[in-house]
C-alpha cells in the first residue's frame, strides 16, 4: 500500500473575474522512503498540488475535484481540525524562503517547541531538550545559543536548517519540500539537499520535492514528475526520465541544464511562454511551444501512457499512430 | 471532439510560429488604465464621488435657490423650523438657514481646497528638491522637517490665527504653514524609493538621461502619492477650519462656514437642535466622502499598498 | 543605541527651544495688550506703568525674551492675566488631572475596542462584520470630535438624561467626554490593525504556522496578533495629537476644567504667559510621547533592536 496516493487532482483559484484551473487531473503516489521531484516553472501547478494535499490553500483556492489517500485513510473531506492533527506530524512542509517563513518576533527556539507543544504531550524541559536536540541533528553548532536567538541573528542557510528542524520534530511520515534551496545562495542550495538526504536516511521519511530545476533532482530523488500546464505530462524514476525522457517538455528541461563540458556557451531555451489557466487549451498544454507539435495535439488532450512499468507520458508522439505516420514521412525522403 | 475519428491527417506538424508562442493571452491595461478600472469597480469610491459633487454643486448653485441670502436679518422670523418657506429653517437673527449652509459649505471647500493645493506646491517642491539633490542640502532640509514635525501642527495654526487678522486669507496662510511639511516628507520618502528601484537603474543602465529618468519614471509614479495626500488633507482642511471656528478664532458671524454653523447650532442644541444637525450632516458627508474616495483611489493606484 | 537616545533628546530641545522662541515672538507682535482696554484706559499712565513693569511688558522685547527662556527653564512660566496674580504654572498643575482621567480613559477604550474591531474585521475579511468596522472606522476618521460630543451631550445628557454633561462633579463626568474623545482613538486603531492583519496573514510564517497543525487561536495569538500589534505603536503619535486636539473641544463642550478648555479660555481672553506655557507644556508633551513611543519600538521588537545596536 502506497503512503500517498493522489488520483485525478483538480485545484482552481479564484480571481477578481474569472477562474485559474491551476492543477488539472494530477494523480501520482509515493511509497515509504521514496523522494518524489515534481519539476516544472513557475506557475505549472507544482506548489498548489501539495498545498491542496495540506489542506494549505489560499482562501480563493479550492480542491474541485478528485482523491487524497494518506496511509490508508482517505484525508480528500478532512477538516480543518483533522487536518490540523495531521500536518505538522504526519506531513510536514519545508518553504521556500526561510527569510519570510520563520516569524520574525519568536525565537527559533519557540518556534521549534510550539510544534512539540501541539502534537507531543511533553513537559515544557523535554521541549526543550528535544528542540536543541533538533537544532543539533541539523548542523546548527552552538545549539544552546541559537535556541534563544531570533531568526534575523541567523544567516539564510541557518534559517532553513531551523526550518528543516521544526518540519522534522515530530518525524513526520512524508517531508514536503517547497522548492527549499531557490532562494539561498549556491553555495548553501548543495549543504540544504546533502542535510536532507541524509536526515532522511537517519529518520526514514518520505520527500516531496518541488523545484523548476532539472538540475538538482538527479541526486535526491528516486521518482521524478514533470508538471506544465496544471498536468503532469511525465512521470518516472529517475533513470526514466534522465535516460529515456520521451515528452518533448521533459526533453527541453533537459536540454537546457547547464553542462560544464559542452563547449558551446549559449544556454538551450525553450521558446514560448506557458498556458492562460484561466481558459486552458483544449489539446495538449505544452503544443503552442512544441516543436514536434501536429494537428491533434492542439486539439485534444493526449492520454497518459504507460512506456515502462514506472515510465508515463502525456503525448501524442506515444500514439500508434503518430509513430506510423513518422515512418511514413521517413519513406518519403 | 473527444469521439472524432483519429486520422492521419491529425499526426501531421502543425508547429506554432514564433509570435504565437510569445503571445499574452489576456490584454494588457495600463497602471493608469488599471487603476480606474479598479476605482469604478469600488461602489463606495463611486457613491461617495457622486455625493461629493452633489454637495459641491448645492454649495455653488444652493444659494440661488432660494430667494433669500446669507446675511439678511428677520427678527420677524427667528428660530424657525425647517419650512417650505425657510427650506433648513432659520437662525437666532432670522437668517435663512439654507443659503446659510450651502455659503457656509462653499466657504469651508474654498479654504480647503486652496489651503491644499499650497501645501501640495510647498510639500512637493521641498520633498524633491531635497530628495534629487541629496547630500549636505538633503541633510539641512531633513534636520528643519524634523523639528517642525516635532510641533503638532495645531499649536501652530492656533498662534498664527492669534497674530493675524481673522479671515479666510489668514487661515488658509495658517494651515499651509503646517501642513506643507508631510507631503514634503513623502513626496522625498517616493523619490527616494524610486530612485533605487531597479527599473530606475536599468533605466540607467539603458543610458537614459537624468532629465528622461525624472519625466518618466519619477514623476508619473510619484504623481499616485501626490494626489492620494491631498485626498487627504482637503477632509484635514475642512476638519481645521471648521474646529478653529468653533472654538472661537476662526472664522466670525456674520460671516458663514460649516465651523461658524456648528458653533452657533451648538449654542442653541437645547432648544433648536435642528440648526446643529443640518450643518453636522454636511460636513459629515464631506468628510466621509472624502475618506472613502481617498482610500478608493490609494487602493487603486497604489499597488503597494493593496491589501 | 546609546547615541541614537542622546540624539533624539538633542532635537527634542532644538524643538522646544524653536516652540517657545516662536511662541514668545508672535505672542509680542500682537496688538494690543493683555489687559482690559476699558479699565486701563480708565487708570493714569504712572499706574498703567505700574501694572506694564510688575509683568516685565515695561523692557525692550529681547530683555523679556531672555528672561523668560531663563525662567521657563526654571519652570517659571509667568503670571497669568486672565486669573490674575496666580502662577502660570499652578493653574496648569490643577489643570492637569482632569485632563489626565479623560485622556487616558478615551486612550484605554478606543485601544480596547479598537483592537477587537480590527481583528475581528481581518479575520472575517469581506463579510458584514468586516464591513461593519469599516463604517465604523470611516465614521470616526471623518466625523468631527466636536461633533461627536455635541451628539453625545444632546442625547445622554438632554434626551435621555443618563449622564451629566455641563458640570465636573462626580467620576461620571468623566463618562461622556471620554467616549467622545475614543471615537477617533476606536477608528485609528481599528482601521490600522485590519490593515496590519490582512499584511500579516499573508505572510509565509503563518502559512508555515498553519503547517505546523498549531490551532487557530494559538496561530491568531502568538504569530498574527503579536506581529501586526507591534506597528500600532507607530501611530500612537498620531493618537496622541487627536486626543490632545480633541480634548481642546471636548473639554470645553462639557467644561471639563482640564488643559484643553484652560487653553481654549486663555486663547479667546489674549492671556499671552498663559499661552505661551501651555504651548510649550502641550508641544514637550507631544514630543516626549513621541520619543517614549520610538525607544519602546527599539526594545520591543527585535529587528529593530539589532539594527540599531549594529550602527
Known amino acids: 500500500m502506497s503512503l500517498l496516493e493522489v488520483s485525478n487532482l483538480h485545484i482552481s483559484l479564484r480571481t477578481q473575474d474569472s477562474v485559474v484551473k491551476a492543477v488539472r487531473g494530477v494523480s501520482f503516489s509515493l511509497e515509504p522512503k521514496d523522494t518524489l521531484a515534481i519539476v516544472g516553472e513557475s506557475g505549472s501547478g507544482k506548489s498548489m498540488t501539495v498545498k491542496g494535499i495540506m489542506k494549505l490553500l489560499p482562501k480563493a483556492g479550492r480542491v474541485t475535484d478528485g482523491k487524497i489517500v494518506f496511509d490508508g485513510t482517505d484525508i480528500t473531506q478532512f477538516g480543518e481540525r483533522q487536518m490540523r492533527k495531521l500536518n505538522g506530524s504526519e506531513i510536514s512542509m519545508i518553504f521556500q524562503d526561510p527569510m519570510t517563513s520563520l516569524n520574525p518576533t519568536m525565537t527559533v527556539g519557540k518556534q521549534i517547541m510550539e510544534v512539540l507543544h501541539e502534537h507531543k504531550k511533553m513537559s515544557a524541559q523535554n521541549q526543550k531538550a528535544r528542540a536543541v536536540e533538533l537544532l543539533s541533528l541539523v548542523g546548527i553548532s552552538s545549539p544552546e545559543k541559537r535556541f534563544g536567538q531570533y531568526p534575523h541573528q541567523l544567516s539564510g542557510g541557518m534559517r532553513q536548517r531551523v526550518v528543516i528542524a521544526i518540519a522534522l520534530a515530530c518525524d513526520p511520515k512524508i517531508l514536503v519540500a517547497d522548492e527549499p534551496t531557490t532562494a539561498l545562495d549556491v553555495t548553501i542550495q548543495a549543504q540544504i539537499l546533502e542535510l536532507m538526504k541524509s536526515l532522511q536516511d537517519k529518520i526514514s521519511t518520505s520527500i516531496i520535492l518541488i523545484t523548476h530545476n532539472l538540475g538538482v533532482v538527479a541526486n535526491i530523488a528516486n521518482k521524478v514528475a514533470v508538471m506544465y500546464g496544471g498536468e503532469i505530462v511525465e512521470s518516472g524514476t529517475v533513470d526514466d526520465i534522465f535516460y529515456e525522457a520521451q515528452h518533448p517538455y521533459t526533453l527541453g528541461l533537459i536540454a537546457s541544464i547547464p553542462k560544464i563540458h559542452e563547449e558551446s556557451v549559449t544556454l538551450k531555451t525553450i521558446p514560448g511562454t506557458p498556458p492562460d489557466l484561466i481558459d486552458p487549451p483544449a489539446g495538449c498544454p505544452f503544443a503552442p511551444r512544441c516543436d514536434k507539435a501536429m494537428k491533434i495535439c492542439h486539439l485534444r488532450q493526449p492520454e497518459n501512457k504507460q512506456i515502462s512499468g514506472t515510465h508515463r507520458s502525456a503525448c501524442w508522439l506515444q500514439h500508434s499512430m503518430a509513430k506510423q505516420a513518422a515512418e511514413k514521412e521517413e519513406h518519403h525522403e | 471532439m473527444q469521439n472524432t475519428e483519429l486520422t492521419d491527417d491529425l499526426f501531421s506538424p502543425a508547429r506554432s510560429g514564433a509570435v504565437e508562442r510569445e503571445k499574452i493571452s489576456r490584454p494588457m491595461r495600463s497602471g493608469f488604465q488599471d487603476g480606474w478600472f479598479r476605482l469604478k469597480q469600488n461602489k463606495g469610491a463611486v457613491a461617495a464621488l457622486a455625493i461629493l459633487l452633489v454637495l459641491v454643486a448645492l454649495a455653488f448653485l444652493g444659494p440661488l435657490l432660494t430667494k433669500y441670502d446669507y446675511y439678511t436679518t428677520n427678527y420677524g422670523a427667528i428660530f424657525q423650523s425647517p419650512s417650505a418657506e425657510h427650506w433648513f429653517g432659520t437662525d437666532k437673527f432670522g437668517r435663512d438657514q439654507w443659503a446659510r449652509v450651502w455659503y457656509g459649505t462653499r466657504i469651508s471647500l474654498l479654504i480647503a481646497v486652496v489651503a491644499a493645493t499650497l501645501d501640495l506646491l510647498v510639500g512637493v517642491t521641498y520633498g524633491s528638491i531635497s530628495a534629487l539633490l541629496g547630500g549636505r542640502t538633503d541633510a539641512v532640509m531633513q534636520r528643519i522637517v524634523e523639528v517642525l514635525v516635532g510641533i503638532p501642527n495645531l499649536i501652530i495654526v492656533i498662534l498664527l490665527m492669534m497674530v493675524m487678522p481673522a479671515g479666510i486669507g489668514t487661515l488658509i496662510i495658517a494651515m499651509s504653514i503646517s501642513g506643507w511639511v508631510n507631503m514634503a516628507r513623502l513626496v522625498r520618502a517616493e523619490i527616494l524609493k524610486l530612485k533605487n528601484h531597479e527599473f530606475v537603474l536599468a533605466a540607467r543602465l539603458l543610458d537614459a538621461s537624468n532629465g528622461q529618468i525624472i519625466l518618466r519614471h519619477l514623476i508619473p509614479n510619484t504623481v499616485g502619492v501626490i494626489v492620494i495626500n491631498t485626498m487627504f488633507t482637503i477632509p484635514s482642511a475642512i476638519f481645521t477650519e471648521a474646529f478653529l471656528s468653533f472654538i472661537g478664532i476662526g472664522l466670525q458671524e456674520p460671516k458663514a462656514s460649516l465651523g461658524v454653523l456648528i458653533n452657533s447650532g451648538f449654542q442653541v442644541i437645547n432648544s433648536h437642535p435642528y440648526l446643529l444637525f443640518i450643518s453636522a450632516i454636511v460636513i459629515v458627508l464631506i468628510m466621509v466622502c472624502f475618506s472613502i474616495l481617498g482610500d478608493g483611489l490609494r487602493d487603486a493606484f497604489d499597488p503597494q499598498m493593496r491589501v | ?311
Open chain 3, 1 to 311: 543605541m546609546k547615541t541614537y537616545i542622546l540624539k533624539r533628546i538633542a532635537y527634542l530641545f532644538v524643538t522646544l527651544l524653536v516652540i517657545m522662541t516662536a511662541t514668545f515672538f508672535l505672542m509680542h507682535s500682537l496688538p494690543g495688550t493683555p489687559f482690559d482696554e476699558d479699565k486701563i484706559s480708565k487708570l493714569s499712565p504712572e499706574q498703567q506703568r505700574q501694572i506694564y513693569a510688575s509683568y516685565g511688558l515695561d523692557q525692550p522685547v529681547h530683555v523679556q525674551y531672555f528672561k523668560y527662556l531663563g525662567n521657563v527653564f526654571q519652570g517659571d512660566f509667568g503670571t497669568s492675566t486672565l486669573y490674575a496674580g496666580h502662577p502660570v504654572r499652578n493653574i496648569l498643575m490643577s489643570r492637569i488631572v482632569p485632563s489626565a482621567i479623560v485622556g487616558i480613559q478615551a486612550v484605554l477604550i478606543g485601544l480596547a475596542i479598537g483592537l477587537l474591531l480590527g481583528v475581528v474585521a481581518a479575520y472575517r475579511h469581506n463579510t458584514s462584520l468586516d464591513y461593519l468596522t469599516m463604517v465604523i472606522s470611516v465614521l470616526g476618521i471623518s466625523v468631527p470630535n466636536f461633533v461627536v460630543a455635541a451628539l453625545l451631550q444632546y442625547l445622554f445628557g438632554l434626551k435621555w438624561g443618563l449622564l451629566p454633561v455641563a458640570y465636573w462633579e462626580s467620576y461620571s463626568s468623566s463618562v461622556l467626554p471620554s467616549l467622545a474623545l475614543s471615537f477617533g482613538v476606536i477608528a485609528q486603531i481599528a482601521r490600522f490593525i485590519r490593515t496590519e492583519m490582512l499584511t500579516v496573514l499573508q505572510q509565509d510564517y503563518i502559512l508555515m504556522a498553519k503547517s505546523k497543525g498549531l490551532s487557530p487561536v494559538r496561530i491568531l495569538l502568538r504569530h498574527a496578533l503579536r506581529n501586526s500589534m507591534l506597528p500600532v505603536l507607530t501611530i500612537l503619535g498620531a493618537i496622541t495629537v487627536n486626543v490632545l486636539t480633541g480634548s481642546l473641544a471636548v473639554e470645553s463642550i462639557y467644561s471639563v476644567p482640564g488643559i484643553g478648555s484652560l487653553f481654549v479660555d486663555t486663547i479667546k481672553a489674549n492671556d499671552y504667559s498663559t499661552i505661551i506655557g501651555l504651548t510649550v507644556f502641550y508641544s514637550a508633551f507631544y514630543v516626549v510621547v513621541i520619543l517614549i513611543i520610538d525607544l519602546l519600538y527599539c526594545v520591543i521588537d527585535p529587528r529593530i533592536r539589532l539594527a540599531s545596536a549594529k550602527e
